[in-house]
């Protein structure tokens, strides 16, 4: 879609946008592989248009009494890329009753109901009154101790998160989400066995078996036992092919225990279900392999955060400094980030007080963060002063 400036159409050959302006249409192609196309508008003409996946390639038409819809045809050859009409057909669709008008705040099961649609909807703070609220009225309601355990959770309230969940399994010992919580509440209480066996516990269940696998496997990395993260990460994609976390973690585990071909090939799958997949790329980049993914993200914080993210989650220190290092504070161009600086300067804070050297831990990179900050705000005020 790089290019394109919107997608208008699209399917597994090209992407098309098509903007209308008075008496001209503009389209805008880029495709998944190199032809030599025809593009035409019915009744309005034709124009041969090379596509290629590195750059859009632009055309425009000039009509004149022609009312739409327009019938807009690319084809290579005997190849139909796309046909389509504009404006296209899109059937009206009612949405219905807005769902959380439909549960009622008189019962337990409606309060947590309409919890969950306010936490999707963002409003955490009103799903976990709604959370509670469905555990005063049923104290043994298990499906709201289980949200609201998550919650506390991804809060960092990780004791009551912890009550929560260890009442919600005693009371349901059949809640795979309670016991996959759980794991990671142990997680980040240190309790590393605890979480391990509850996260394989979560995976003896039907609605948690791939997330299960996978953070055993990836608690398993944490402690260095590649060799084996490699089955519950094996299990964890055979249960879900879709989910591309557990393959890029298996391929990290089969390079670190010998087996660079099997880690390849993982990879390839990877990128062929997702090009653009970034973990996938670094890890192909550790084991030596060429790719284009240094020139796409260094020095962009967002991408460098999320990849580095990604690798810290799995216990991968090491390879996340790396990750910050090379792509973002080595990089010759920088978007201003202090937050980089700041979780540089924890994460090698960790890494020295492990080897006995912290006492020079951070103070370089925590002045570099303030001084970019610094920066920040110089530009902040000069554009509020424009």
């Known amino acids: 879609m790089h290019g394109t400036k919107g997608v208008y159409y699209s399917n597994k050959d090209v992407t098309v946008n098509v903007l209308k302006e008075d008496k001209q249409i503009t389209l805008f192609i880029t495709g998944t592989a190199t032809w030599n196309a025809i593009c035409s508008v019915e009744e309005v003409g034709t124009e041969n248009v090379p596509i290629t996946p590195d750059k859009s390639s632009k055309i425009v038409f000039q009509y004149g009494k022609q009312e739409e819809p327009f019938i807009i045809t690319i084809v290579s050859g005997d190849e139909i890329l796309a046909e389509f009409t504009y404006p296209l057909n899109i059937p009206i669709h009612d949405p219905g009753e807005p769902p959380e008008e439909k549960y009622s705040e008189s019962t337990a099961a409606g309060c947590w109901l309409k919890g969950l649609h306010r936490d999707k909807e963002g409003g955490t703070h009103e799903a976990l009154r709604l959370f509670r609220k469905a555990i005063e009225m049923d104290p043994n309601f298990t499906p709201a101790m289980t949200s609201l355990g998550e919650l506390k959770l991804h809060s960092g309230e990780y004791t009551e998160a912890k009550d929560l969940l260890e009442k919600s399994i005693y009371l349901n010992i059949n809640d795979g989400w309670a016991k996959f919580y759980l794991a990671q509440v142990y997680l980040e209480l240190g309790r590393i066995e ?65 087996n660079p071909e099997t880690a390849k090939e993982l990879i390839g799958s990877v990128q062929k279900r997702d090009p653009l997949d970034i973990y996938s790329a670094i890890i192909q980049g550790m084991m030596g392999e060429k790719n284009g993914l240094y020139k796409r993200i260094a020095g962009r914080k967002e991408e460098v955060l999320d990849a580095a993210d990604f690798f810290l989650t799995a216990g991968l220190k090491d390879e996340a400094v790396n990750v910050l290092e090379k792509y973002y504070l080595d990089a010759d161009i920088q978007e201003p980030c202090p937050v980089i600086h700041y979780y540089y300067g924890i994460l090698k804070n960790d890494l020295q007080r492990l080897n006995g050297n912290w006492q020079q831990a951070i103070s370089t990179r925590v002045m570099e963060g303030i001084e970019n900050l610094v920066k920040m705000q110089k530009i902040n005020l000069r554009i509020i002063n424009d």
């Not at 003896?204 to 993260?229: D, M, V």
């Not at 055979?238 to 393959?247: C, I, K």
């Open 194 to 258: 605890e979480a391990l066996v509850m996260a394989f516990k979560s995976a003896q269940l039907t609605e948690t078996i791939s997330p299960g696998y996978n953070l055993a496997g990836a608690i398993l990395i944490r402690q260095g036992e590649f060799a084996k993260a490699v089955y519950p990460l094996t299990r964890a994609v055979e249960m879900n092919g879709q989910e591309l976390s557990s393959r890029n973690l298996l391929a990290f585990a089969y390079w670190k225990t010998g």
